[in-house]
Structures are given as C-alpha cells and as structure tokens.
T-cell receptor, first 115, second 119 residues
Framework: AQTVTQSQPEMSVQEAETVTLSCTYDTSESDYYLFWYKQPPSRQMILVIRQEAYKQQNATENRFSVNFQKAAKSFSLKISDSQLGDAAMYFCAYRNTGTASKLTFGTGTRLQVTL | NAGVTQTPKFQVLKTGQSMTLQCAQDMNHNSMYWYRQDPGMGLRLIYYSASEGTTDKGEVPNGYNVSRLNKREFSLRLESAAPSQTSVYFC??????????????????FGNGTRLTVT
C-alpha cells in the first residue's frame, strides 16, 4: 500500500518570504500522480498543484512550485512571496493511475504566515 | 454550478443513534468518495464508488455503510454512532477526464465537509 509522510506538523513563514513544505511517499508504481491540497479554516479542500510522475519537469502554478525527486520519492512544495492568505493546512496526496484510483493523504502541515 | 454538496454541515448525535450523510454532485462525475478527517491523521478513505452501481471499502470502513443511489448521489450511513466516529467527513468526486486535463488525470472535487460529534 502507498503511504505519504509529511514530517512537519507546523511551519511558519514571514510575509513575502519563501517556505518549503516537505513530503515523501512510498510506492512500487512507476506512474502515478502527486498533489498538494490547501485547506483554509473554511474546511474547503483546494487543489494547489499536481505533478505527473512521468514528467521530469517540476510543476509550477504562479507562486507555488514543486521539487519532484522521483528516485528519492520526495515531493516538496515551495511557496514564494508568501501572503497572509496562504495560511492553512497543506496536504500532500498520492494517487495511482487508473480511473477509480484512490487518493492517499499525508497528515498535513499547518502553515502560519506572520507579518 | 454547485459542485459537490454535502448535508448537513454540522450534526451532534448520541451514542447509538443513526444518521445518513448526504452527498450530491452536479458535474456528471463517475467516481465518488467518502473521507474522514481527524487531527494528526489527515484524510482517510472510508468508502468509494468507482461508478454508478459499485461500492468498495476504503481504509476505515468499519461502522459505516454507503449507497450509490444514482450517478449524482452517494450517501454515508452510521447505523449506531460511536464517539470514535466524531470527525469531519468529506465527500469528493471525480471523473475520468476533467476540463483542461488529459485523460485519466482528474483531481478530486471536495464538498465543504460535515462536522459530526458523537457524545
């Protein structure tokens, strides 16, 4: 079974600075998807960024980018120019390919953004 | 476009009571999922339905039942609630293809969650 590990329960960053959230996973598959979801206090789950394992290029979405190291099974999220609205729980998630495949989540990292 | 709608948003039950959490999506998605979220444990899959007419157990199915009523609706039932089922419950759905994505690469669309407390 696949597992996803987020070893940082909480992180803090100053506004306008850069922060990196860590995620590692375990799988025997060669093709899969990785995601970062954001959960603000409203409880809504918001997709931040996704990465296809077969792509070597790291995904980017505006201020959000990932460092995908397939051999190391590492998938970190970098948030640049942090904003107060970035404060939330961040979940790393893994999914196999396949139409009905299930999403496996890490335990989350709570990000605080300070002035 | 409402997306994924869960009802109720909040519920308090006494031990032994039963209830059904409702979930409906209007995106014509094939697959639907029920997760529970507990502090320090992330989201764990309870049950899922790959397509209309099928349901399968996830990681933590004990104490729950589900019904895929039709393509739109996927309900979660607690027959005899226990304090260990106090949690936030999320319904999610996805299709085989999502707008702007390649075939099979579809993120989950989540509802806003139900906070359930069992006393």
């Amino acid at each position: 079974a696949q597992t996803v590990t987020q070893s940082q329960p909480e992180m803090s960053v100053q506004e306008a600075e850069t922060v990196t959230l860590s995620c590692t996973y375990d799988t025997s598959e060669s093709d899969y998807y990785l995601f970062w979801y954001k959960q603000p206090p409203s409880r809504q789950m918001i997709l931040v960024i996704r990465q296809e394992a077969y792509k070597q290029q790291n995904a980017t979405e505006n201020r959000f980018s990932v460092n995908f190291q397939k051999a190391a099974k590492s998938f970190s999220l970098k948030i640049s120019d942090s904003q107060l609205g970035d404060a939330a729980m961040y979940f790393c998630a893994y999914r196999n390919t396949g139409t009905a495949s299930k999403l496996t989540f890490g335990t989350g990292t709570r990000l605080q953004v300070t002035l | 476009n409402a997306g994924v709608t869960q009802t109720p948003k909040f519920q308090v039950l006494k031990t032994g009571q039963s209830m059904t959490l409702q979930c409906a999506q209007d995106m014509n998605h094939n697959s639907m999922y029920w997760y529970r979220q507990d502090p320090g444990m992330g989201l764990r899959l309870i049950y899922y339905s790959a397509s209309e007419g099928t349901t399968d157990k996830g990681e933590v199915p004990n104490g729950y039942n589900v019904s895929r009523l039709n393509k739109r609706e996927f309900s979660l039932r607690l027959e005899s609630a226990a304090p260990s089922q106090t949690s936030v419950y999320f319904c999610a759905s996805k299709s085989y293809r999502d707008r702007g994505l390649v075939w099979g690469d579809s993120p989950l669309h989540f509802g806003n969650g139900t906070r359930l407390t069992v006393t």
